[in-house]
């Protein structure tokens, strides 16, 4: 059973840091990519950030380039995104999920769709 947990969300001030992690286990295979996607209330789900294991390849969306960064630990199955200089507007709840990698394609998968397996959640609020 595939299973991602996220952890790490909370309260912030605008300008201030939070580290989220998602661990991942139960995917049999050798590749995978993460990404983590947001949720701000009343909003459509986007796109944050993502990773390959294979290829290590990132990439961020627009709004968050320069002030977030995702890294992994294949090690540990774990994928981190340390946010920095955090804004009201990053307040969502944070999702990771996890897409299985193969045939021609071992780069970032940014379309949501795509992903197979999603964590529960976690709450990331910045607020003064």
């Known amino acids: 059973q595939v299973q991602l947990v996220e952890s790490g969300g909370g309260l912030a001030q605008p300008g201030g840091s939070l580290s989220l992690s998602c661990a991942v286990s139960g995917l049999s295979c050798d590749y995978f990519g993460i990404g983590w996607f947001r949720q701000a209330p009343g909003k459509e789900r986007g796109g944050v950030s993502w990773?390959?294991?294979?290829?290590?390849?990132?990439n961020y969306a627009d709004s968050v380039k320069g002030r977030f960064t995702i890294s992994s630990d294949n090690a540990k199955n774990t994928v981190y995104l340390q946010m920095s200089n955090l804004k009201p507007e990053d307040t969502a709840v944070y999702y990771c999920?996890?897409?299985?990698?193969?045939?021609?394609?071992?780069?970032?998968?940014?379309?949501?769709?795509?992903?197979?397996?999603w964590g529960q959640g976690t709450q990331v609020t910045v607020s003064s």
């Open positions: 990773i390959s294991n294979a290829s290590g390849q990132t």
């Open positions: 999920a996890a897409v299985v990698l193969g045939g021609s394609w071992y780069g970032v998968v940014t379309e949501e769709s795509e992903y197979d397996y």
